[in-house]
T-cell receptor, first 115, second 113 residues
Framework: GAGVSQSPSNKVTEKGKDVELRCDPISGHTALYWYRQSLGQGLEFLIYFQGNSAPDKSGLPSDRFSAERTGGSVSTLTIQRTQQEDSAVYLC????FGLGNTEAFFGQGTRLTVV | QQQVKQSPQSLIVQKGGIPIINCAYENTAFDYFPWYQQFPGKGPALLIAIRPDVSEKKEGRFTISFNKSAKQFSLHIMDSQPGDSATYFCAALNTGTASKLTFGTGTRLQVTL
């Protein structure tokens, strides 16, 4: 498809386990973003990749969270030693260039439940 | 720190009504203000956006009103329809950094028949 694709759609994991969430951005988009959406909350910025520049990791809530983007395309968000408060919908978005000049397109999200 | 405050949290209007969702921001460096619409199980999608050099922008039945001095902006939906039932998020961006949107907490809108 032509949109942002995220996998898996749903993930249930046990507390303490590691999880990997995948994002396939729209082909050709240079910018990629990860957001977290908790129940009753807005979207919380996690990390931003732009081309070959160093990522903006200022939104990552703890050192248990990390993300990488390989070859300027696919991105993986990894959460180590998951906690119940990590339960949320994790959204990925991509844009052709930086925001404000081009639109960010969101994927459908990965719903993570930590039990 | 909640940099973008959104209200109300939820809203119910009858078909044909004009729901109004309000947002206020604190950071005067913000210079781009989009609204996103999100249906259950879907990611947010850009609905309409405004820059602070204009006070109003219309696209179809959706209008943004912007008050720069008050640091407030609002979304109006004219002739609302049941298909408009969704969660609406306001957001703000400093295009100088262009790295991240700051979102409000969302408004769940229900349009009844």
């Amino acid at each position: 498809g032509a949109g942002v694709s995220q996998s898996p759609s749903n993930k249930v994991t046990e507390k303490g386990k590691d999880v990997e969430l995948r994002c396939d951005p729209i082909s050709g988009h240079t910018a990629l973003y990860w957001y977290r959406q908790s129940l009753g909350q807005g979207l919380e910025f996690l990390i931003y990749f732009q081309g070959n520049s160093a990522p903006d990791k200022s939104g990552l809530p703890s050192d248990r969270f990390s993300a990488e983007r390989t070859g300027g395309s696919v991105s993986t968000l990894t959460i180590q030693r998951t906690q119940q408060e990590d339960s949320a919908v994790y959204l990925c978005a991509s844009s052709l260039f930086g925001l404000g000049n081009t639109e960010a397109f969101f994927g459908q999200g990965t719903r993570l439940t930590v039990v | 720190q909640q940099q973008v405050k959104q209200s109300p949290q939820s809203l119910i209007v009858q078909k044909g009504g004009i729901p109004i969702i309000n947002c206020a921001y604190e950071n005067t460096a913000f210079d781009y203000f989009p609204w996103y619409q999100q249906f259950p199980g879907k990611g947010p999608a850009l609905l309409i956006a405004i820059r602070p050099d204009v006070s109003e922008k219309k696209e179809g039945r959706f209008t943004i009103s912007f008050n720069k001095s008050a640091k407030q902006f609002s979304l109006h939906i004219m002739d609302s329809q049941p298909g408009d039932s969704a969660t609406y998020f306001c957001a703000a961006l400093n295009t100088g950094t262009a790295s991240k949107l700051t979102f409000g907490t969302g408004t769940r809108l229900q349009v009844t028949l």
